[in-house]
């Protein structure tokens, strides 16, 4: 349907399961690499954490291809109160709170497909908006002032910068999104800085932790909510990049 593919994700976490699948299999950890699914050519793009770092990577992966389409994967808060851990969501339009709320919308037909590939293996997931900012949504507070004002299921902090870019070439773009926390979980400050903008875990910050129980536990918690997340992210994805 679509060659070449480009598939965006914030941190390696997110995306290895992809990389691991593509032929021939690749093992570097790095920013950009490509191979074949599907019988498809893929470009897997690690664009790091947040809008600017987001807008950076697409501009080096614009120099080396011209992708028919891109799609943006990784985890995602619950705004929704309904929405509970790897639960997937499939963005019909993605709001940019970084940008006084733009409105980006993505392609009817790649929803059809995720929705389709969703239903086929029986994963939980909801179709809306979403929304992108440019720091962590760390509180129920404001969690529910971001769904209040835009309607949206989730948020993100990548996602709609993927969507301008898309926008801007004139290709179709896909966000699938699965849900690592809650609308009512809280991220402890001490926590929410534990990784730095290209996704890479601050060792100093993490063994920090020793001496604080309470919030080492959280972040056990949060881990284990994590790793289920990319496991339904994994699920669904690959069937869906067959059928692109």
């Not at 790095?30 to 807008?55: C, D, E, H, M, Q």
């Not at 919308?105 to 908006?129: F, H, M, Q, W």
């Not at 969690?143 to 709609?160: F, H, N, T």
Request: overall charge positive; some cysteine.
């Amino acid at each position: 349907m679509y060659d070449p593919i480009a598939v965006t994700a914030a941190m390696e976490r997110e995306v290895g399961f992809l990389r691991s699948a593509l032929v021939p299999a690749n093992s570097a950890r790095k920013k950009i690499v490509s191979g074949a699914f599907g019988g498809k050519n893929v470009y897997l793009l690690r664009t790091g954490i947040g809008p600017l770092k987001t807008v950076q990577r697409l501009g080096e992966l614009e120099q080396l291809c011209t992708p028919q389409c891109v799609i943006s994967i990784g985890c995602a808060g619950a705004l929704d109160s309904s929405l509970r851990i790897g639960d997937i969501i499939v963005s019909e339009a993605l709001h940019d709170d970084v940008s006084s709320g733009s409105l980006w919308k993505t392609a009817p037909a790649l929803v059809d497909v995720a929705i389709k590939s969703c239903e086929k293996l029986k994963v939980p997931y909801r179709v809306g908006n979403t929304v992108t900012t440019n720091a962590v949504a760390a509180t129920p507070p404001e969690k529910r002032r971001l769904c209040q004002k835009y309607g949206a299921l989730a948020v993100d902090m990548e996602s709609a910068q993927v969507a301008s870019w898309a926008a801007r070439l004139q290709i179709p773009m896909l966000s699938v999104r699965s849900i690592s926390d809650l609308a009512d979980d809280t991220l402890p400050p001490e926590l929410a800085g534990m990784y730095d903008k290209d996704g890479k875990l601050r060792i100093a910050q993490a063994f920090s932790l020793a001496g604080k129980p309470s919030l080492f536990l959280t972040a056990f918690r949060l881990k284990a909510q994590f790793d289920r997340s990319v496991s339904a992210l994994a699920r669904i994805m690959l069937p869906i990049l067959q059928e692109i």
